[in-house]
């Protein structure tokens, strides 16, 4: 028991949960106050960069607050905010990783930017590291592992991004070998896995027999992209390159950065229960295969981000509603009660012989007619990019 009576899932104790930052100050010491140490467990706060530095993906969380009269982006602003935030986590014996999972997905790049940015990059690093409030970096692809001049950050720990899609042991020996065996030097301390193997617990359970305690793994757990979509990667890659409205210059409608996730749940809803989630009380299940919990998403508001750390680190949340635990169900209006899933769901959704779109038509079924006894018309909110309405933006028809 905690001295504030707080009662931590037992099964967390001695994993990390990964929180992420949103660029309000205030939500670290919220966190806490809602987790006061000490803790049985690893809180790493996760921080986007400086976008001129990498644009880190998606819109910039509260971007208005570094945009100056003169409608420019201040920079040194949000240098300030963000080592005044690795501060005060580390102040509270939270540790702090930096995103850099967008750079150098394998796209082209000339060779004078690559110059530019491997020594922007390089430079921002060591500026980070040199306040001593940086632990760890996530990395987006191989290419940084062995550009970077990691000699000049002695202690940084690595951790390898969902952009490297790994889903077996062999990518990760190959890293290994890659690195200079940086998995056994303790370098290369975590991989962030694949999100389709949440619900894939043998595949899990091979690639933990093969790195045996060598390696952290981490996962995402509440995201709900759709498992096994052929967008996913395009998906993966837009949330983590573009910008959005976060520097002047770029449009706002910007078409593609739509998740293609919402697109397709639109026309296919039950789809939103074959999505890499889970519930809170299903991470016990994990207990021997997975080291990092990670919570998404850092667009969110300072108190859904709470609210998510609360459900999945003291099971307390709106049975009634899944929706505000899931980040890609957020914005729904439709109520999903948790009771609708039954006893079996777990068990269903990671056995060998995975269940067919019947059953999870017939959970949208019950889903929809809870929500019509209480007066509320279900439907996938999110519209934007079905194929006729792209058809028409580019003139096609
Ligand atoms: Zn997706």
Not at 59 to 67: Q, S, V
Not at 290 to 309: C, Y
Request: hydrophobic share 35%; glycine share 4%; with cysteine.
């Amino acid at each position: 028991m905690h001295k504030d009576n707080i009662k931590f899932q037992s099964c967390l104790i001695g994993k990390t949960i990964a929180v992420p930052f949103n660029n309000d100050f205030e939500l670290i010491s919220k966190l806490r106050k809602l987790l006061s140490p000490p803790l049985p467990f690893e809180i790493s706060i996760y921080f986007a960069p400086n976008p001129l530095i990498s644009t880190a993906g998606r819109r910039l969380p509260g971007y208005k607050n570094f945009i100056g009269r003169n409608k420019k982006f201040q920079t040194k602003k949000f240098n300030q905010m963000l080592i005044k935030a690795l501060k005060e986590a580390k102040s509270y014996g939270f540790t702090t990783n930096l995103l850099l999972n967008n750079i150098l997905l394998g796209m082209a790049h000339d060779n004078k930017t690559l110059i530019h940015d491997i020594k922007k990059i390089q430079n921002y690093l060591e500026k980070l590291y040199k306040t001593g409030y940086l632990d760890k970096v996530t990395i987006g692809n191989p290419y940084l592992l062995e550009l970077i001049n990691w000699n000049k950050l002695k202690n940084l720990e690595i951790k390898t991004s969902v952009n490297f899609q790994i889903k077996d042991a062999k990518t990760i020996e190959m890293l290994n070998i890659l690195s200079d065996y940086w998995l056994e030097k303790n370098r290369l301390t975590t991989i962030e896995i694949q999100k389709d193997l949440l619900r894939d617990l043998k595949t899990l359970k091979k690639i933990k027999k093969a790195i045996k305690n060598k390696i952290r793994l981490s996962i995402i757990v509440n995201e709900g992209c759709i498992t096994s979509c052929p967008y996913q990667l395009a998906h993966q890659i837009h949330a983590f390159t573009t910008p959005i409205d976060t520097l002047p210059g770029f449009d706002k409608n910007f078409k593609f950065a739509i998740a293609k996730c919402k697109y397709i749940t639109c026309s296919a809803p039950w789809k939103i229960f074959d999505s890499n989630w889970i519930l809170p009380k299903h991470l016990r299940y994990y207990k021997n295969l997975i080291d990092e919990f990670k919570l998404t998403d850092r667009n969110d508001s300072t108190e859904t981000i709470l609210n998510t750390v609360k459900a999945y680190v003291i099971n307390q949340y709106d049975k009634e509603n899944l929706c505000k635990l899931i980040s890609l169900l957020n914005m729904e209006k439709f109520l999903f009660p948790e009771f609708i899933l039954g006893k079996n769901f777990f068990k269903k959704i990671t056995s060998d012989r995975k269940p067919d779109d019947k059953y999870y038509k017939k959970l949208w079924q019950k889903l929809v007619v809870y929500n019509k006894n209480k007066g509320i018309k279900v439907g996938i909110k999110l519209k934007g990019l079905q194929k006729s309405n792209l058809h028409r933006f580019i003139r096609n028809y």
